[in-house]
T-cell receptor, first 113, second 114 residues
Framework: DQQVKQNSPSLSVQEGRISILNCDYT??????FLWYKKYPAEGPTFLIS?????DKNEDGRFTVFLNKSAKHLSLHIVPSQPGDSAVYFC????????????FGKGTMLLVSP | SAVISQKPSRDICQRGTSLTIQCQVD?????MFWYRQQPGQSLTLIAT?????????ESGFVIDKFPISRPNLTFSTLTVSNMSPEDSSIYLC???????????FGSGTRLTVV
């Protein structure tokens, strides 16, 4: 039973446009959410996070939106750049402080020039 | 944030043998984690490694198959024992920074068992 779901295995976007990556979760105990980016042959790198007390967090071109009632979060990248092409993982944590992460399967984003 | 050096980056191993993966962190971290990513799947937590105590394993993973060492606050190893082709995966270590979030990952070990 997957507690964190990324239903789109891939997404293609043109450079300059908005990329929207979606993530759904089922565990209502999750209260902290993270996005990671992974290039081939590299480990995931932390991108942005959001606490359940917020509904939006912004960092430069990256914005994460959280809809707790729908148990849904999304990552917006504006404007998209070819260097953003990577696999994006959504992850969730069930408690504050040190806690294990539950990951989705990832969405491969391809940004074409 | 912490930087993790993980090695080997890849290996091809014969079934029945064992492989030890090492992770070195450039700063002291309280908790380290070991994950497995099978093809087309998400990162699955194998175990949590705390310094000075036995690792805590997730359901479906056992110490005899995946023994872990954590001799100090900057280093950990994961051994994949008595390997079979089903163990072919990417193995990743991760460290929790002070404050608990924004975990850092090593670059991964791509293991192929033949």
């Amino acid at each position: 039973d997957q507690q964190v779901k990324q239903n789109s295995p891939s997404l293609s976007v043109q450079e300059g446009r908005i990329s929207i990556l979606n993530c759904d979760y089922t565990n209502s105990m999750f209260d902290y959410f993270l996005w990671y980016k992974k290039y081939p042959a590299e480990g995931p790198t932390f991108l942005i996070s959001i606490s359940s007390i917020k509904d939006k967090n912004e960092d430069g071109r990256f914005t994460v939106f959280l809809n707790k009632s729908a148990k849904h979060l999304s990552l917006h990248i504006v404007p998209s750049q070819p260097g953003d092409s990577a696999v994006y993982f959504c992850a969730a944590s069930a408690s504050s402080g040190y806690s294990t992460l539950t990951f989705g399967k990832g969405t491969m984003l391809l940004v074409s020039p | 944030s912490a930087v993790i050096s993980q090695k080997p980056s890849r290996d091809i191993c014969q079934r029945g043998t064992s492989l030890t993966i090492q992770c070195q962190v450039d700063s002291q971290v309280t908790m380290m984690f070991w994950y497995r990513q099978q093809p087309g799947q998400s990162l699955t937590l194998i175990a949590t490694a705390n310094q000075g105590s036995e690792a805590t394993y997730e359901s479906g993973f056992v110490i005899d198959k995946f023994p872990i060492s954590r001799p100090n606050l900057t280093f950990s190893t994961l051994t994949v024992s008595n390997m079979s082709p089903e163990d072919s995966s990417i193995y990743l270590c991760s460290a929790a920074p002070q404050g608990g979030y924004g975990y850092t990952f090593g670059s991964g070990t791509r293991l192929t068992v033949v």
